[in-house]
């Protein structure tokens, strides 16, 4: 049995991130590249913003900064953004659904948990246009793999483009179709455990399907991260009730309750993200 503790809560506020109780751990020989920069983390307490105090009291006068525009404009240009990134982000912008590309910060904290990791295997359910499929195989070593799950062809085709661009084609592989599908071939391919980081961000009401494969596909000690498990805040508003909301409602409960993985629940770009810890 082992646990996974690559991403301490303290590190960051509220992060969710959890790995499974499953053995076959074939990671040890897991190689890190030579020249790793140092990651930092940073918090701040500001003076000049929508402060929101925990309703329970036995959280104390527990401080939490609501992130106001004017505050999130100054995130942003504290964001290392690739201009190859920024160029997809740009045509993205005027396509249908691009409200659904990663924001570039949460594409910069993707990176940063592949490079801590040493991640070599990593998977992504739900490319799109490939904004943070990119952002991920940017970070990976020249030996690196990404399998990039995604059922639809017209986005895909946007996403390859930047791939070849970019010069990271060699790193990706795209399968096109559905993700469960893909997954499960992998699993019966004999990729179990062969996976160090996987990040979700296709069909909501298939969160629980795609953790449980994942949790296969993943390697002990190996990082998920699950998008948009706060959907908006509607998971927070017991007057939500629609299929989605108490899909993603219902999955963040059995994580709770789930002894194989780590867990950490992060507020950014309206994400949170996932870790196997056994
Ligand atoms: C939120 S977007 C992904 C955004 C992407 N991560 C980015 O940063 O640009 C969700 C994507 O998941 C895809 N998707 C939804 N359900 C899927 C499924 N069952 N299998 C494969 N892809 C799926 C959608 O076509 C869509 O492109």
Request: glycine letters at 6%; proline letters at 4%.
């Amino acid at each position: 049995m082992m646990r996974v503790t690559n991403l301490e809560p303290t590190a960051f506020p509220r992060l969710l991130s959890f790995v499974p109780d499953r053995l076959c751990i074939r990671h040890t020989a897991f190689t890190r590249p030579r020249c790793r920069k140092s990651s930092l983390f940073t918090t701040s307490c500001l003076n000049d913003v929508e402060v929101t105090i925990a309703t329970d009291h036995n959280y104390g006068n527990k401080q939490v900064i609501a992130v106001t525009p004017r505050i999130y404009d100054y995130l942003l240009t504290n964001v290392r953004e690739p201009p190859i990134l920024r160029q997809l982000r740009e045509e993205t912008a005027s396509m249908r659904g691009s409200q659904m590309q990663v924001s570039p910060d949460q594409a910069q904290l993707l990176t940063m948990i592949v490079q801590i990791l040493g991640a070599k295997r990593c998977i992504e359910v739900g490319v799109y246009t490939g904004y943070s499929s990119l952002a991920v195989a940017l970070v990976l070593p020249e030996s690196g793999v990404l399998v990039a799950c995604e059922r639809d062809m017209t986005s895909l085709e946007v996403a390859k483009r930047y791939y070849e661009q970019a010069g990271v084609s060699h790193k990706v592989d795209v399968r096109h179709g559905l993700a469960v599908d893909t997954l499960n071939s992998m699993i019966e391919n004999g990729e179990g455990c062969s996976y160090d980081f996987a990040f979700v961000d296709a069909e909501k009401r298939m969160y629980h399907e795609y953790f449980e494969l994942l949790l296969k596909l993943v390697r002990v000690g190996g990082v998920i991260v699950i998008d948009n498990v706060l959907w908006h805040g509607k998971v927070a508003d017991p007057l939500v009730l629609d299929k989605k909301t108490e899909s993603i409602r219902s999955f963040n409960r059995a994580l709770m309750e789930d002894e194989r993985v780590s867990i950490s629940m992060v507020p950014v770009g309206d994400g949170m993200t996932i870790c196997r810890k056994r």
